[in-house]
């Protein structure tokens, strides 16, 4: 009886209460807030990053049990965690620090929310019908809605700005449809429409981070696909999978390497000059991977997160390390740290543009997390110092 009880796993509550016990170990900073209603989208505004205030998008999910808002949010952050302020001690769990600072009415629910990144006040969302809306984040009320572009006949999930090509706007539908817009004109018409190429709903779609011609898309169809903008309804590179991609991303450091994730739970990484062939895989989630993204700030650093409530962080610098027999138990040499703060699937996250290393997740169940990894883990803080002392 005693051995059934040790080897049963541990609930869900369990977890959680085992991982808040760990968070002064694992964390520098860890705030927890929630909602009242769940947020499918997140994403974090650039900034200063050397204020402890940092804004980012939320929207709502209500079921039509309230209005639909676009939500801009912002948080307060301690000192210790801003580059440049005094370095305090760390009392590691904060409750309820997110604050919404304005809101824009939106008709059904925010699939998704992102902003162009050649001015962050436009804003772009996806909702259950496929409908995309361009809001204005500087003005206020009714006055922010800017546009609303209708082509796409059912849910849509995939919503990607153009890093390099300023206006140009990607949506991907369950309809199976691709619609590039150009939002520098006046046009509600897309200017481009791709669809012909998935035969079934398509997860999501992104622009290469550094050709402004290639996007990527993956669908329920089982296919990845590579596109160039100048052509359009046609396919550059088609790579069939045994299961279904939900996610698609690129690297923002290295023009050819890509990577994709889905129903199998592994995530793949893929040379655009041969993908006859996998790069190399990683696995680590327990579940379908919803979302996938190259960090910024430091190259082969690659994000997950899944249904299996979890958000990864690997380093691509790790492939082929050595590891003892007790970290093979822990996951793959890549994984540098699991968060596993959420009781619920994670939806969404973003890595804060401004303060490295700065993350935020949101989960099903109405929860938004903003948490700081440990500095003292040696990807994130840098090698530990050595005392030139001890070598002598």
């Given amino acids: 009886m005693a051995e059934e009880q040790v080897d049963k796993p541990l609930s869900i509550d369990e977890e959680y209460e085992l991982w808040r016990s760990n968070v002064p170990l694992m964390y520098d900073f860890v705030s927890e807030t929630n909602l009242t209603w769940p947020t499918l989208t997140l994403e974090w505004l650039p900034g200063n990053s050397h204020s402890n205030r940092q804004e980012l998008i939320l929207g709502t999910h209500t079921s039509e049990e309230e209005p639909n808002y676009l939500k801009i949010a912002a948080i307060d952050l301690p000192d210790e965690i801003v580059p440049g302020k005094e370095d305090r001690e760390r009392d590691g769990f904060t409750k309820s620090n997110i604050k919404i600072i304005k809101k824009f009415k939106h008709e059904q629910e925010v699939t998704r929310a992102r902003y162009m990144p050649q001015d962050s006040n436009l804003i772009a969302t996806i909702n ?64 481009s429409t791709w669809e012909s190429c998935h035969q079934d709903g398509v997860n999501d779609c992104k622009w290469h981070e550094l050709n402004g011609n290639t996007f990527g898309s993956v669908s329920e169809d089982c296919t990845l696909q590579l596109h160039d903008q100048r052509v359009k309804d046609s396919v550059t590179d088609k790579i069939k999978t045994v299961t279904a991609f939900n996610t698609i991303a690129f690297s923002k450091h290295s023009t050819n390497l890509f990577a994709a994730a889905g129903t199998d739970s592994l995530i793949y990484l893929y040379d655009s000059r041969r993908t006859g062939n996998v790069l190399h895989t990683m696995s680590g989630h327990e579940g379908n991977v919803t979302n996938l993204e190259f960090y910024a700030a430091k190259d082969g650093i690659v994000m997950s997160s899944g249904e299996d409530r979890r958000v990864i962080m690997w380093d691509l610098m790790e492939i082929g390390a050595e590891q003892v027999p007790d970290d093979a138990d822990d996951g793959s040499p890549e994984v540098v740290m699991i968060h596993a703060g959420h009781r619920s699937p994670v939806n969404d996250f973003s890595m804060n543009p401004n303060i490295p290393w700065l ?34």
């Fill in 128 to 191: 259950g019908s496929g409908t995309v809306f361009l809001y204005d984040r500087s003005k206020d009320g009714d006055e922010g809605l800017l546009s609303s572009l209708g082509f796409h006949e059912d849910n849509g999930y995939g919503l990607s700005f153009n890093p390099v090509d300023k206006g140009k706007l990607l949506s991907g539908s369950d309809d199976s449809k691709i619609a590039l817009w150009d939002i520098t004109t006046n046009s509600t018409k897309p200017v």
């Fill in 359 to 392: 993350m935020a997740s949101a989960e099903e169940e109405n929860i938004v997390q903003v948490w700081k990894c440990s500095s003292k883990l040696p990807r994130v803080g840098g090698l530990p110092k050595v005392d030139d002392s001890v070598l002598e």
